[in-house]
């Protein structure tokens, strides 16, 4: 008997956590979650209560399988082990490396990033209870270092396509999702009877510098259950040279003498940003000034990047052949402390600036456009979406003036954006890996497909397209939160 209880990303897009219980045909019973992570989208007491309320025991939890490092895959594990979680977690060295920097940074902020460790243990419970009547006040974080130090402690890591157990009648195999560094998809094959059930975890987009393009796998003989993520289930990626692009944005800044500043999200997207970067450097299509990267945490993540060629595509692969790694360059000055930070707002030269936050809710980057927002030479370049309510999607909205850390400041430098980065598939590649999982598949056999990691509006849509796609030889089903369903009987 397998059973699953959908325990976050049900009809919305983070919270990723799957809690299956597994009856062995000798009667032992073993649980396990795919993946924890942590809810990033809504008012900020309700993501506490949310992130902190267990759909199960996790005293009763064997083990965790983690398909990649994003917070809303792996920000509740340090959790899970302080509400008494004793087992071990699987994952891709890779993930398990970037899940370490992402949770030593979760443990010091909440998921906005507004409020420190030291702050969030003079908050108690009670407060919380009373602070439930207003989305304003801050709460605490769901652990701290102590629980992630415990938690890295529990890590067994594995390659793609090496296939291990986690019960003597479960294995379990990674495979290159395509999403960001070590991001894998998951199949789970029941030995004695050849059942399988596949987790897409999140399906990275085609094209992407760096890493590999997802995997699209040969159809599993015994697959009975597809979940798939759908973030993207009803838009089609538009065709933009992202290189050329981003060429025509700097070159215009620097040329006319001024910063030009990217505030980025810190794993994958920073590491992208730079291999760009650079690349137009070294052709000469942009001018050379330094490319500065402020912040602590997309600089630990470009460290694991460079320690981990295997992980490369074909493209990177020939530029190291030929001595000229895009994540490695003169230019290219990485800034430690507060202090360097400081220091390259003293000169006025033109210059690249690369910091967080992504979406300008917190992080270095507002200690910069204190001091370069107000000058029209400059360019506010968004390489990713700016949710609602934080100061990015008021600047991007076109607010005159905004006010950073306390202080009014005119936004005089040029806006731009673009759209096209993204780390998810589309609904064309979405469609491609599901075809590819059902491509040999017995005409007889109809796996259901749960549409997982969506707005409604794109998992309904996936959805309808599978199973126009496939008429009847696919079922698809779009999950309620904490609803359970038995796979196989
Ligand atoms: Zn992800």
């Not at 033109?350 to 300008?360: D, E, K, Q």
Request: include cysteine; aromatic fraction near 10%; glycine fraction near 6%.
């Amino acid at each position: 008997m397998l059973s699953v209880t959908f325990c976050g990303a049900t009809r919305t897009v983070t919270g990723s956590q799957y809690f299956l219980e597994y009856t062995a045909p000798d009667g032992s019973k073993f649980n396990f979650c795919l993946d924890s992570g942590m809810f990033q989208v809504g008012q900020k007491i309700n993501l506490y209560k949310l992130n902190s309320y267990m759909v199960f025991d996790p005293k009763k939890l064997d083990c965790i399988v983690l398909t990649h490092a994003h917070l809303d895959h792996c920000g509740r594990i340090p959790y899970l082990v302080k509400m008494g979680f004793g087992g071990k977690i699987y994952s891709t060295e890779a993930t398990r490396q970037i899940a370490e920097v992402v949770m030593r940074d979760s443990a010091r902020h909440n998921s906005d990033g507004y409020l420190s460790q030291d702050f969030a243990g003079i908050i108690d419970s009670k407060i919380v209870q009373e602070a439930d009547q207003t989305t304003e006040t801050v709460f605490p974080a769901l652990y701290t270092d102590v629980e992630v130090d415990t938690t890295m402690g529990r890590f067994k890591t594995f390659e793609y396509k090496q296939k291990f157990t986690i019960h003597p009648n479960l294995q379990v195999e990674f495979r290159d999702a395509g999403h960001i560094l070590g991001s894998a998809f998951v199949i789970f094959t029941e030995l004695s009877s050849g059942k399988q059930v596949v987790f897409s975890g999140d399906l990275g987009n085609e094209h992407k510098p760096i890493i590999e393009d997802p995997e699209m796998p040969a159809t599993p003989p015994g697959l009975t259950h597809i979940f798939t993520e759908t973030t993207y289930g009803n838009r089609t990626h538009p065709k933009v040279d992202t290189k050329q692009h981003l060429r025509e944005i700097a070159k215009k800044t620097l040329r006319r003498g001024g910063k030009l500043i990217i505030p980025s999200f810190s794993v994958e997207r920073a590491q992208e940003v730079i291999y760009y970067l650079v690349e137009l450097m070294r052709e000469g299509k942009i001018d050379q000034v330094p490319i500065f990267l402020d912040s602590p945490m997309a600089s630990k993540v470009l460290e694991i990047c460079l320690q981990h060629p295997e992980l490369y595509d074909e493209e990177i692969r020939q530029k190291i052949a030929e001595h000229a790694n895009p994540l490695i360059y003169k230019n290219l000055k990485i800034l430690e402390t507060t202090h360097e930070s400081k220091t390259i707002n003293s000169n006025n030269k033109p210059c690249i600036l690369i910091a967080g936050s992504g979406m300008l809710n917190g992080g270095r980057i507002l200690k910069h456009l204190q001091f370069h927002l107000d000058n029209p030479l400059n360019t506010l370049l968004f390489v990713g979406y700016q949710a609602e309510g934080t100061l990015g999607r008021k600047i991007l909205e076109g607010a005159e003036e905004v006010e950073i850390e306390g202080r009014m400041i005119e936004v005089l430098a040029q806006l731009e954006s673009m759209n096209e980065f993204s780390a998810h598939a589309d609904r064309r590649i979405l469609k491609n890996w599901v075809l590819s999982l059902m491509s040999d598949l017995p005409e007889e056999k109809a796996p259901t497909v749960f549409l997982m990691h969506g707005e409604k509006e794109a998992s309904l849509a996936f959805g309808k397209e599978l199973e126009d796609s496939f008429l009847s030889r696919i079922k698809t089903y779009w999950p309620r939160f904490a609803e359970r369903v038995v796979m196989w009987e």
